[in-house]
């Protein structure tokens, strides 16, 4: 009977110590509270919050296009910006330049817990348009690394993902396999997606379509459509007059434009192109209803399939 009684006992204590043990992950946890993430891009949400679960809370930090020369944080986030732990952004100096100046104007009020995290998600990814510096001229710096838009290849969002997990880790060692593991789901989940896209794309290969947009010539590396820009100065649009141009000398099939697309080039283009002219966001911010970060995809292909029946 006592081999019996210190077996018992012996397991109750492993049970009690098993407890503790949990409780006191749990305890350190909630000691550490959630990570406050402001995020740079809109599309960029969805992953944090994959990858984050109930571990973060995030704010955005920007509206409309990145690329605008005038771009500020908006003011309903300032206040949480400067709260917060960690910055997702994509390494596009506009973005750090806005974010800086908040802190600078901030007057350099000591911050609780320091500095935040700048978790760069473009680390690794595949871009489009990178230039080449020649004899001739030097590559502005903003645009030195390619495209900004790398996002709008769905390829690059596993990685975006793991990005985010590694920066979050570092932050809360405590949660590091959590968002290790949510990243990988959420890599999974959308190489499913990314699989499917593909042959929805097929049927759509060989068109040209002009876009205002020129973050989706990242999105041609998916087969399909051809996404076509025009080559100027980036950041800069050329006037209607040369788009119009160099549309009708690329042969295009139709024109692709923005709801951030100045109305002067939508309707330039509806008026003097003779070509269809469809709006497709580029950005879930302005797709009703839109919350995951393939909502984005889905929601051009589908367009572009409507286009094609017609």
């Known amino acids: 009977m006592k081999p019996r009684r210190l077996?018992?006992?012996w397991r109750t204590f492993l049970a009690l110590l098993a407890m503790g043990g949990f409780v006191f992950g749990a305890?350190?946890?909630?000691?550490e509270g959630r990570v406050s993430v402001a995020v740079a891009v809109t599309d960029l949400e969805p992953i944090v919050k994959a990858v984050g679960g109930g571990q973060v809370e995030t704010v955005n930090l920007f509206r409309g296009c990145i690329l605008r020369k005038d771009l500020q944080v908006e003011s309903t986030s300032k206040a949480r910006l400067a709260q917060s732990e960690a910055?997702?952004?994509t390494g596009f100096m506009n973005e750090s330049a806005a974010i800086s100046d908040v802190f600078r104007t901030a007057g350099g009020t000591a911050r609780k817990g320091g500095d935040p995290k700048w978790i760069d998600v473009s680390k690794g990814t595949v871009r489009t348009n990178q230039p080449t510096s020649t004899c001739f001229g030097s590559v502005d710096p903003a645009f030195a690394s390619g495209d900004p838009f790398f996002w709008l290849n769905p390829e690059n969002g596993g990685l975006i993902a793991r990005n985010i997990a590694k920066g979050l880790g570092e932050l809360r060692p405590s949660s590091r396999a959590m968002f290790m593991a949510n990243a990988d789901a959420f890599q999974k989940a959308l190489a499913k997606d990314i699989q499917r896209w593909k042959m929805a794309l097929?049927?759509?290969h060989g068109l040209k379509i002009f876009t205002s947009q020129c973050g989706w010539q990242n999105f041609s590396s998916m087969g399909g459509p051809q996404f076509l820009v025009c080559k100027g100065t980036p950041g800069e649009l050329p006037s209607p007059q040369t788009l119009l141009l160099h549309i009708k000398q690329m042969k295009a099939d139709f024109i692709l434009v923005d709801?951030?697309?100045?109305?002067?080039?939508?309707?330039a283009f509806r008026e003097h192109s003779n070509l269809k002219v469809i709006e497709v966001a580029s950005s879930i911010e302005?797709?009703?209803g839109a919350t995951s970060y393939s909502a984005l995809f889905e929601n051009l292909i589908k367009t572009l399939q409507g286009q094609a029946k017609r």
Request: glycine residues 0%.
């Open 259 to 267: 709801p951030n697309t100045t109305v002067e080039y939508a309707e």
């Open 87 to 89: 910055i997702v952004w």
């Open 286 to 288: 302005t797709i009703r």
């Open 27 to 31: 305890n350190q946890q909630q000691k």
């Open 202 to 204: 097929k049927p759509l």
């Open 7 to 9: 077996n018992h006992a």
